[in-house]
């Protein structure tokens, strides 16, 4: 089967257009929407399945064919539509997802795993089973993510309340003015942070993570015990977390008493707004933002309009990846969301855009490759 380069474009926009949202687990993983045939008898057609299928609604078009009456003159078309070519696709993509998500999981690559897993269950005809294998992925990610925070923020806690013991008043300096004054910026540092915790497990409750909010919480009233508002809030998290996510013992170091490595961020030093000016117009993006932020931190002159003139060459760049889509050109579009993701990497939708069409590449060399691979144990 020779599938057009239009039709598979289209086979792979089609996807990941219905994606249900994945923030939630924040695991990296997404299932797609599950396609149903009409209520409308009489719009279960070859032709509208044929519509489907060369737009690359591949689920959509099988569901179709699957609710048409055996007495309509275009049945037996339609099954050959669905055995030629629908379910041969359907299954080659299935097996290569799965394929994939088990050998990420192999490598403890559990975000991408569980993002293989629930684009398997797209291509399934029973995605429940995948659906059950993205979400223990998901649970896993988000405990381990857990354990890690509240043994960091344990951490950080203890060297925080032993600073004021620092300031200890010693014999002879009793009632010493100066020595209460950097004892009591000590505890106000304190209060700071743990207002700062406060705001972080609101912030993380609001976006569906009762656990880290939790982890948050323990922080905030360990600095200040007592604390009203915080206790109400840690149960609200306690009632909202999973019943998956356990919580265990906190591990003085995380990661099972190993010491984690620090990675010491480079030095940068930047002589002049002209040296970022320079690097902006050789178009070397990952330096002329690296140049600019240690700009902006060593106060220099026109550092805000430096980030943003990059800011504004990232949103360029990301309109010109959506044109080269528009007309098919797929590498081009990866390439130039590369590169608005370097200039934004905290910009959700660049990072989407660019695994949409690295996704979408993958699948075009998939489908147009020869024969249809090993499909044992894909027929579901």
């Not at 055995?83 to 359907?90: G, K, L, Q, S």
């Not at 690559?109 to 294998?133: H, N």
């Not at 505890?187 to 948050?216: C, H, M, N, T, V």
């Not at 490595?261 to 970022?276: G, L």
Request: with cysteine; aromatic share 8%; hydrophobic share 40%.
């Amino acid at each position: 089967m020779r599938i057009s380069r239009k039709v598979i474009i289209a086979a792979s926009l089609a996807a990941v257009l219905s994606l249900n949202g994945c923030a939630t687990s924040g695991g990296g993983g997404h299932h797609l929407a599950r396609a149903k045939a009409s209520s409308f008898g009489f719009l279960n057609s070859y032709k509208s399945a044929l519509h489907d299928y060369e737009q690359g609604r591949l689920m959509e078009a099988r569901a179709k064919i699957m609710a048409m009456s055996k007495d309509r003159d275009d049945y037996k078309a339609a099954r050959r539509l669905l055995v030629r070519h629908i379910d041969p696709a359907r299954r080659k993509m299935l097996q290569f997802y799965l394929d994939r998500a088990r050998a990420h999981e192999k490598r403890y690559e559990w975000r991408l795993a569980a993002r293989d897993f629930g684009q398997a269950a797209y291509f399934s005809i029973k995605p429940k089973r995948w659906l059950r294998q993205q979400r223990r992925l998901e649970i896993k990610i988000r405990q381990r993510r857990f354990d890690l925070l509240r043994s960091a923020l344990q951490n950080e806690d203890r060297q925080l309340l032993a600073r004021p013991r620092a300031f200890a008043a010693p014999r002879g300096l009793h009632g010493d003015a100066l020595l209460r004054r950097w004892r009591q910026q000590r505890w106000d540092a304190i209060d700071d942070r743990a207002q700062e915790d406060y705001r972080a497990a609101s912030k993380q409750l609001r976006a569906g993570f009762p656990e880290l909010a939790y982890a948050y919480l323990e922080s905030m009233l360990r600095l200040t015990p007592g604390e009203g508002r915080g206790i109400r809030l840690m149960a609200e998290s306690k009632k909202r977390m999973p019943k998956a996510i356990r919580l265990t013992p906190i591990h003085a170091r995380g990661h099972g008493g190993k010491r984690l490595k620090t990675n010491h961020r480079p030095q940068v030093k930047v002589q002049s707004a002209k040296q970022i000016r320079r690097l902006i117009t050789d178009r070397k993006w990952a330096r002329a933002r690296r140049y600019a932020l240690a700009w902006k931190r060593q106060h220099g002159q026109d550092a805000d309009a430096l980030l943003a003139t990059l800011a504004r060459q990232a949103e360029r760049l990301f309109r010109q990846g959506r044109q080269a889509v528009k007309d098919e050109h797929l590498a081009l579009a990866v390439s130039l969301w590369k590169q608005a993701v370097i200039l934004a990497p905290d910009n959700r939708e660049y990072r989407k855009a660019l695994e949409w069409a690295q996704q979408m590449q993958e699948r075009l060399q998939l489908l147009r490759s020869k024969g249809s691979g090993n499909n044992k144990g894909a027929t579901r």
